[in-house]
């Protein structure tokens, strides 16, 4: 009989433990600094006249949040890269700026270089929401300003690359892309809910994610996404080797995210996202009535943290 009772009392409280319902969120320090390193692969395919074009883009970062206050659940941080470096193939050429690259002859990386523990100030939300980015642009003149004798093209490609990655809107998707997976209220295990990202890149578009708790080990969260990509039909052009250009795509993706129990912070994150569609060369000089081209775009990003 006693073993009877000792079951049930075991079985009791099992249950409850598994139906304790917590809420994953952010809890971090003042003046404690905490970093994301970032690593994409995009696989691009484009049709044009029957002939495929393919366009390999790979895009490495890292970067530092050092919190300088908290109120209200929103964390005030100078956000800052640490590192940055692109590579960009295609038929036409090949493009590789490198903040580290320690050479005064490339002048691109040495405007990559210029940027390199900058701050931006940014607020970020328990959720982990990106409420704003200030300081962003002054930050791209001033690297722009600080390397001289780079020719036109060079200048052009450099400050699209830098407005890209530090353009506000375009800034918070990155970092919404590794911290913004947190539920709105207390979950269970199993549990679902959706978060929905905006990206400023290659177009305006919405990422919307259902997230679910699969498991709780040791230090970690661990939450599966799978979820949806639309550009948005009502964006203006974007300009691609100075020709106006909409996106129309549509896409899913897969997320697998571990979050460190007691900060909230990112331990990894593993993304795959597949769009498909087409980008419309508006009518200019260049493409005289315009052109619609398919497009697909392959991108893996693996984002880790501390």
């Not at 193939?89 to 090949?94: I, S, W």
Request: glycine share 6%; aromatic share 6%; hydrophobic share 35%.
């Amino acid at each position: 009989m006693k073993a009877v009772i000792l079951s049930l009392v075991f079985i009791g409280a099992a249950c409850c433990c598994s139906a304790q319902k917590i809420k994953p969120a952010l809890h971090l320090e003042k003046n404690h600094t905490y970093y994301l390193i970032a690593n994409s692969n995009s696989a691009i395919t484009q049709s044009i006249g029957g002939q495929q074009g393919k366009v390999s883009i790979i895009l490495n970062w890292k970067m530092s949040f050092t919190v300088n206050g908290i109120k209200d659940s929103v964390y005030t941080m100078d956000a800052s890269y640490q590192s940055l470096s692109t590579k960009i193939e295609q038929a036409g050429g090949f493009i590789d700026f490198d903040s580290k690259r320690n050479d005064p002859t490339d002048k691109p990386s040495m405007v990559f270089a210029a940027v390199i523990n900058k701050p931006v100030q940014i607020e970020i939300t328990s959720s982990g929401k990106v409420k704003s980015v200030s300081n962003a642009d002054k930050l791209i003149q001033e690297a722009m300003n600080s390397v001289t004798q780079l020719d036109t093209t060079k200048q052009a490609q450099v400050k699209a690359l830098l407005e890209q990655y530090f353009e506000p809107e375009t800034l918070k998707g990155y970092i919404e892309t590794g911290i913004s997976v947190f539920p709105a209220g207390m979950v269970n295990r199993d549990d679902k809910w959706k978060i929905d990202i905006k990206r400023q890149s290659p177009s305006k578009m919405t990422l919307s994610i259902n997230y679910q708790l699969t498991d709780i080990v040791k230090n970690l969260y661990l939450v599966h996404g799978e979820g949806t990509i639309s550009t948005d039909k009502n964006a203006g052009v974007v300009h691609i080797n100075g020709m106006p250009v909409k996106y129309n795509l549509n896409g899913s993706l897969i997320s697998d995210v571990r979050l460190d129990r007691t900060t909230g912070w990112v331990s990894t994150v593993r993304t795959t996202q597949l769009m498909v569609g087409d980008m419309q060369i508006q009518d200019n000089p260049n493409v005289p009535g315009g052109m619609s081209i398919p497009v697909s775009f392959n991108t893996d990003i693996t984002i880790s943290g501390n």
